[in-house]
């Protein structure tokens, strides 16, 4: 039920798609303060709203109406990613979308529009770039302590439960590991490393046989020359994904031993999620001895506690109440979703592809 104590400046959030991540969302919600779960809409689901007392909408636009939500949370399939985040503005109710932005680059320009004639936030899901280990990473690469970037490597590589593919969204173009999962690591990269200028994929759906790809290789250029390379597949037993790494979903067993990334540069390594900073001492490094015939030394770098997902809502509820702008906009996530079609076109056409927005919206410009 709905609290009766909860403050007045309670943020009321709204979930738009009620299946596994929109609950998922409505259990941060129940754990956290200053926002609750008022609505919930979904035209093939009341089992949410039952759940938690919210009020049930079969249509999402109904739901917008209502006057019941400070904000929503859209976590309907892809495709309808871009229809409703446009009902959302139109409502004027700040939203946090799902990743991936859209299914294709064509269909998100008409976001891409809606949201630059509209002063209402979107915030867009790449929920790991508000990861305390991700913060730390990134202050560390921004501050030098890596030297410039060379090369990037990076897995996510698990098995998925063969029930996962029963919704027939998962199994359809639209779906796929670049789109589900690859995104967000691509997406992280480029928060991490800088923008991805060129890249090459191969696919594969051998492993599945479905009509998306289950597997997926990607080889990258990064804008500053860095190369980096990707592996990412949902039918490989591994440990070595995000999930498994960090923590940061109890919904996956954590694998102590596990790590998803190695970025290395001029002057340093980093392991990731761990902050494993490998590096030659400062005597070394000035007596012209940093190389690979002497010991490099490790330290961990510091981070502070928490996980994405928690802090990922306290900045939306930030976001809703204006207090600051969304750390993940349309415009950045649409450059994730350029890299990932780009991979796409790559891995059928066998030849690098540069990931590009040519947006055609009208009063929108290129980046
Ligand atoms: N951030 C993450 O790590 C993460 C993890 C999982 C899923 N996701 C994203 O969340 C979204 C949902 O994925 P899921 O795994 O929960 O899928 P799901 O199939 O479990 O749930 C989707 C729900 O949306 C409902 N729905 C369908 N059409 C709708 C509409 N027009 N309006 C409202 N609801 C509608 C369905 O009935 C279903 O309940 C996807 O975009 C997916 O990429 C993100």
């Known amino acids: ?131 305390p280990a991700v913060t730390a990473a990134r202050a560390a690469i921004a501050n030098g302590e890596l030297g410039k970037i060379v090369a990037v490597n990076g897995m996510w590589l698990t098995r998925k439960a063969d029930t996962y593919f029963d919704a027939a969204w998962r199994r359809e173009k639209g779906a796929g590991i670049m789109l589900i999962n690859a995104v967000h690591d691509l997406d992280l990269l480029r928060f991490l490393c800088g923008e991805i200028v060129s ?53 996956f067993p954590y694998n102590r031993g596990s790590f998803c990334y190695s970025i290395a540069g001029t002057a340093g390594a980093l392991g990731f999620p761990q902050l494993a900073c490998h590096s030659y001492s400062s005597e070394l490094v000035q007596s012209g001895r940093a190389d690979w015939n002497h010991e490099l030394s490790l330290h961990y770098l510091s981070r502070d506690s928490g996980d994405s997902y928690t802090n990922q809502l306290r900045h939306f509820a930030a976001v809703v109440r204006g207090e600051v702008a969304p750390l993940i906009t349309v415009d950045d996530a649409a450059r994730t979703l350029a890299v990932i079609q780009a991979s796409q076109q790559a891995a059928a056409s066998g030849t690098a592809v540069q990931p590009q927005l040519v947006f055609t919206t009208a009063g929108s410009a290129a980046p």
């Open 199 to 251: 890249v090459q994929a191969m696919v594969s759906n051998t492993a599945r046989g479905l009509a998306v790809e289950d597997t997926a290789g990607f080889v990258l250029r990064f804008a500053n020359g860095a190369v980096g390379s990707f592996i990412a597949s949902d039918a490989a037993v591994s440990p070595w994904t995000w999930d498994q790494a960090t923590e940061d979903d109890a919904t």
């Open 1 to 131: 039920m709905v609290s009766p104590q909860k403050s007045v400046h309670t943020i009321r959030i709204g979930i738009i798609g009620a299946g596994y991540m929109g609950s998922q969302h409505a259990s941060f919600i129940s754990r956290q303060e200053g926002v609750e779960l008022t609505a919930v809409a979904d035209p093939f689901s009341r089992t949410l709203a039952g759940a938690t007392g919210a009020a049930y909408f079969s249509d999402h636009r109904e739901l917008l109406a209502s006057d019941m939500v400070d904000g929503v949370i859209i976590a309907n399939p892809n495709a309808a990613h871009v229809s409703t985040a446009i009902d959302a503005l139109n409502a004027g109710i700040p939203s946090l979308l799902e990743k991936p932005l859209a299914t294709s680059l064509e269909e998100v320009q008409l976001l891409i529009g809606a949201q630059r004639n509209s002063a209402t936030p979107v915030l867009v899901g790449h929920h790991r770039r508000h990861h």
